[in-house]
């Protein structure tokens, strides 16, 4: 078995154990697939293919990818892969580059009205082209470089669901790559020669954190090979008893119920719900 063979195998199980743990594609769905035109989107879609000729529940891919009016953008190379590869497609164009320049001082963070702006664009598409879920390309190196963000940052516990009701509460999102390694589907990508564009709008500071927070883990991966890999079983392995959450604490009933009229007055304040910034800023904003 040659090394491309190794990791068609490897990542279709990984993707596939995902979407069975959590049900993520159900019979008859039809799964709009956000094709950004990075590595992970498109080996998203080219996995999702092969498990649709390969499994017995029946459902649709969409991809969908959004020009969003950025200087220099050519989305030419990705068109004609998927026009070759037969996806069914469409190419949504909304200019919320102009929006977010106009919004955002140019020494500020873009990523989060960027990141929003996309998000609300996408989730009316899905509604307009009948999808019922939404498919991104959020991986393991995703989730973990969110959850040390979110525990450094904000104060929160939190990482990256494999499935999620939008706030609206009118889409369905899923991570069917969120088992897989980023090493293996960048090997993967550079095996498959996709056609990547370049995102060159980023580059602020909240992008710099998650760089740098990569790094952080690389770094503990080296003292510990498998620290990424425990890391990812930990967040579906969660020992709520031994958290600090008293609201989660009154639920499982190990702790007193929570009485919010008599909180200010407690010996024993509890710690704030989140916290700001190291140097006390404005907190990061996790997506």
């Known amino acids: 078995m040659d090394e491309h063979e190794r990791l068609t195998r490897d990542l279709t199980r990984q993707m596939g154990r995902c979407i069975g743990d959590f049900q993520l594609i159900e019979e008859g769905d039809r799964v709009m697939v956000c094709l950004s035109g990075g590595k992970d989107s498109y080996t998203m879609l080219h996995m999702l293919e092969l498990l649709q000729r390969r499994s017995p529940v029946r459902f649709e891919l969409l991809a969908v990818h959004l020009d969003q009016g950025h200087p220099g953008y050519d989305g030419t190379p990705l068109e004609g892969w998927l026009t070759r590869r037969g996806f069914s497609y469409r190419i949504v164009r909304e200019d919320t580059y102009s929006i977010v320049t106009e919004k955002i001082p140019a020494e500020s963070t873009y990523c989060s009205l960027c990141s929003r702006l996309r998000r609300g664009i996408l989730y009316n598409v899905a509604q307009d082209l009948g999808c019922t879920k939404i498919a991104l390309g959020h991986h393991r190196d995703d989730a973990l470089e969110t959850l040390m963000l979110n525990l450094m940052f904000t104060g929160q516990l939190k990482a990256m669901p494999a499935k999620l009701l939008s706030d609206d509460g009118r889409n369905v999102v899923i991570r069917p790559l969120l088992y897989c390694a980023e090493p293996a589907i960048a090997r993967f990508a550079e095996l498959e020669a996709f056609p990547i564009l370049p995102c ?53 009933g190990t702790g007193p119920a929570i009485d919010e009229g008599k909180e200010a007055g407690s010996l024993s304040p509890a710690p704030p719900r989140t916290s700001p910034g190291l140097d006390g800023a404005r907190r990061l904003p996790v997506l």
């Open 200 to 252: 060159d709008l980023c580059g602020s500071q909240e992008n710099l954190m998650r760089k740098q927070v990569k790094g952080l883990l690389t770094q503990v991966e080296g003292m510990a090979p498998k620290a990424k890999e425990s890391m990812l079983a930990a967040l579906g392995n969660v020992r709520a008893t031994h958290l600090l959450d008293r609201d989660l604490s009154a639920r499982l």
